[in-house]
């Protein structure tokens, strides 16, 4: 499975950015996906996920009600809408993939992982 993350981009605090994985490998529909950022000197944080159905998301509360994660599964694509953002925000997201909700729910870990996308948010 391979994922490609694209998007990231310098941006003004209070703007907006849209993320994209593209999957190629595995269908989309049958993973979990999900956003998970690493900001310069700190730990990988999980971001955002979504279930295989599309039907459940779950944020986390650091981006809660500024962020949007959506999928395509015609595109095989999912996407990271990111609003109001803010210099917290800056960090390198990465999109991943998990056949098990637990995985990444539960655990904040992935079976399969993209390379980075840079977001830098100035103030």
């Known amino acids: 499975v391979q994922l490609q993350a694209s998007g990231g981009g310098l941006v003004q605090a209070g703007g907006s950015l849209r993320l994209s994985c593209a999957v190629a490998g595995r269908t989309v529909s049958r993973n979990v996906m999900g956003w998970f950022r690493q900001a310069l000197g700190k730990e990988r944080e999980f971001v955002a996920l979504i279930s295989s159905s599309g039907g459940s998301t779950y944020y986390a509360d650091s981006v809660k009600g500024r962020f949007t994660i959506s999928r395509d599964n015609a595109k095989n694509t999912v996407y990271l809408q990111m609003n109001s953002l803010n210099s917290e925000d800056t960090a390198d997201y990465y999109c991943?993939?998990?056949?098990?909700?637990?995985?990444?729910?539960?655990?904040?870990?992935?079976?399969?992982w993209g390379q980075g996308t840079l977001v830098t948010v100035s103030s």
């Open positions: 991943a993939a998990a056949a098990e909700f637990v995985t990444m729910y539960h655990r904040h870990e992935a079976d399969y």
